[in-house]
């Protein structure tokens, strides 16, 4: 195979994200022999791996956590709850609640596991929530009077701290103690991609693509054609400029193409990467600035994606603060998400009319989930309740009465005397 199909080979090879691709070649006809070393703290200089956990931690900090308290009338926001303050505003004093939420979850993705640990006073009261870096913290399993328990070893801290007072949001795990990081699961990808970024970036500093060539009739030897060309890449390539010059009876002609074959091939290899990383996350292509952005396609992307990415990570935050933190059997706290997904003014409005029609929601809860103020006096309290349903136990009575109502209309109306 000569050099040049190597370099520009078929659209099938650079597809194959699972080897080394079109990278492995450009490096080795190069000679270069250089690849990105994948860990999960340098991917995330990769573009498209910080744009997808950029849209995850944003997405998640548009919604406020909030304490639900369940009485027996239904469920009521708590804002007076004890430990309200640490878990929704301010729960270490040098960041807020969502910088927090943001750090766990960016760690979660980037190496499978997002501490923080909960800091109590002499007494056991919670005081705040503060955030460890996952490479501080080892989790470890130690078995006590028979009796397996979850501990971690924090560096910088003499003894272990039990999992009571350690927020841990795992990613997937095989032994349920440490999370796995995906990012190296799918290192090869992750690679492929830092390569193509990096040949890129260096073909586009250096020149190094076919730009066009040089052709004649005129017999030339093997030396004096390597000194033709090189002459002529001096100063066609220099970034200084300068005026190009060819022996008699030689012409330059430049590739009659809108990319070289380098940069096609490249671009198209950056597209599968971005696809690849991108699903590595679950995140779509038209949240990145990557994809078809057609409102009612995009609509319905962005809606998957609260579903099937971050409302699984809030279950995680949830199921941890609220085993740990909030620990009241009447108490919970709650990350909701209804707010966030995206319908059509015309789909939302009619929404709101079964809802009020209904009876199940009235005028001022409506206009609280469109951000309106309730309507003064008071006179969006009121629920309204359709004349045409009715409890069924009740419903042969209803119609008793009905058809009773009818009869003596009928007697009423009767003039014949008889």
Known sequence: MSIFNRIFGSKQQVRTT?????????????????????????????GVVFECIDVISRTLSLVNPKIIELRDNGKFIDNKYKYNKILTKQPYPLYNSTKLYEKLICDYLLFGNGYARILRN?????????????????????????????????????SLVNQKDMIHVMDFSFDGIKGISRIMTKKHTIGNAGNIQSYAMDMYENGAYISGYIYGDATINKDALNYLRQKFEELYTSKTGGIAALPSGFKYEPLKYNLPFADAQIIEAQKFAVEDIARIFGVPLSL????????????????????????????????????????EDNKYLKFELKGLFRTDMLVRYQAHQIAINAGFM?????????????????LGETYYQPLNT???????????????NDKSKEVNNDNTGI
């Open 288 to 327: 990145i600035g990557r994809g078809d952005s057609a409102d009612n396609k995009a609509d319905r992307e962005y809606n998957t994606f609260l579903s099937n990415v971050i409302a699984p990570i809030t279950i995680l935050l949830e199921n941890e603060i609220n085993r740990k933190v909030v620990t």
């Open 362 to 378: 009235n005028k001022d809860e409506v206009r609280n989930v469109e951000n309106m103020n309730p309507i003064p006096g008071g």
């Open 18 to 46: 699972e080897s080394l691709g079109l990278i492995s070649l450009l490096n080795q006809s190069r000679g270069t022999g250089k690849f990105v070393a994948v860990t999960s703290k340098k991917s995330i200089s990769l």
């Open 122 to 158: 002499n007494i056991g009261t919670i005081t705040g929530l503060k955030y460890i870096e996952p490479s501080m913290v080892e989790p470890q399993i130690i078995e006590i009077d028979g009796i397996e328990e979850h501990w971690y070893k924090i560096e910088g801290v003499n």
């Open 390 to 404: 009715i409890p069924l136990q009740k419903a042969e009575d209803y119609f008793d009465s009905i058809i009773d």
